[in-house]
């Protein structure tokens, strides 16, 4: 891989910024949406740091959040997006990720790459000579968390020694949210059905940082006494069984009487979109402890801290 300069950072990962850049990419994202507020969405900070720069937004997976988040935090920073997407472009018809890379690298100063396998975006950061950005792969999500934990510090909760109580399915983003409890000192409880938990590789990393990561399949167990109660689809794109994976699941349900066992001023947290009624019940979804629609906004602001980490201006 190419050796990071300042001004050439890759965002694969939280680890690949580490735990002062995160919280570093928290503060300025508090500063600037502080400094914005009741603006148009489409006007530009005061200093456009980002101006006359372009991001490529790679799309192999469909998106709503991220797309127009990357594309408002790009435009909120002075710079502008184009877009493309598997179906419009090379890249779906057998153009290397390799060459790709090396192409976009001449033509945009960063790239988002939204996909399927990690690998990919290891191949796509190995060979472009710009910015590389995480916008989701199967093995995790980490702008999503640098949005989440945005979002439970603006809700007045300190991040060390924080309680996070996951509950359905060990996917992408319960990964990341591992990878932060590690960096940012919080413990994760997480109850999954057998079968369906992360990765070992995330819950060893979080545990060799010191934090305290409890594994187990008792929804109720993990909500006791939990300061933030998340979780995600059961059924992502694509998946195969969908029946016999909604019925292992249904005991993770985030409803009223698993909030209740939370700490009363417990955040729910949804990354979106939500299957009400399943792995989230609406009252829950709806309630005053919901906090998914500031955590969807905050995409923008998390992200255009991460686009100035990336190219190292903060």
């Not at 690298?105 to 710009?130: G, N």
């Not at 603006?154 to 992408?172: I, Q, S, T």
């Not at 167990?221 to 939990?226: I, R």
Request: hydrophobic letters at 45%; aromatic letters at 6%; proline letters at 4%.
């Amino acid at each position: 891989m190419m050796e990071h300069t300042q001004q050439h950072r890759h965002f694969l990962d939280l680890g690949d910024a580490g735990t002062d850049a995160i919280a570093a990419m928290i503060a300025d994202a508090l500063d600037r949406k502080a400094a914005r507020a009741d603006w148009p969405k489409g006007q530009a900070d005061t200093d456009a740091p980002l101006a006359g720069r372009v991001l490529a937004l790679v799309f192999e997976k469909n998106s709503t959040r991220t797309r127009v988040s990357f594309d408002i935090a790009m435009r909120q920073l002075g710079g502008t997006v184009l877009i493309l997407e598997a179906g419009s472009s090379q890249l779906g018809r057998g153009e290397s990720i390799a060459d790709t890379a090396r192409v976009l690298s001449r033509m945009v100063d960063a790239i988002m790459l939204r996909t399927d396998d990690h690998a990919k975006i290891e191949e796509m950061a190995k060979h472009a000579s710009v910015p590389v950005i995480n916008g989701l792969t199967d093995r995790s999500h980490p702008c999503q968390i640098v949005a989440d934990l945005l979002t439970v510090i603006e809700h007045r909760k300190a991040l060390p020694g924080l309680e996070v109580a996951w509950f359905g399915d060990g996917n992408n983003v319960l990964h990341s949210v591992l990878e932060a409890a590690g960096l940012m000192k919080f413990n994760v409880r997480v109850a999954t059905p057998e079968g369906f938990e992360p990765d070992p590789g995330f819950v060893e990393m979080a545990r060799s940082c010191g934090s305290v990561i409890t594994m187990g399949n008792n929804a109720s167990e993990a909500a006791a006494g939990a300061d933030v109660l998340v979780t995600d689809t059961w059924i992502s794109m694509g998946q195969d069984d969908a029946d016999e994976k909604r019925a292992a699941m249904a005991p993770y349900q985030v409803n009223a009487e698993l909030m209740a066992k939370a700490k009363p001023d417990a955040v729910f947290l949804h990354c979106l979109p939500a299957h009400v009624g399943e792995e989230v019940s609406q009252d829950v979804f709806e309630g005053p402890q919901s906090v998914v629609f500031d955590e969807a906004e905050n995409r923008i602001h998390a992200q255009k801290s991460v686009l100035l980490w990336s190219f190292g201006l903060l």
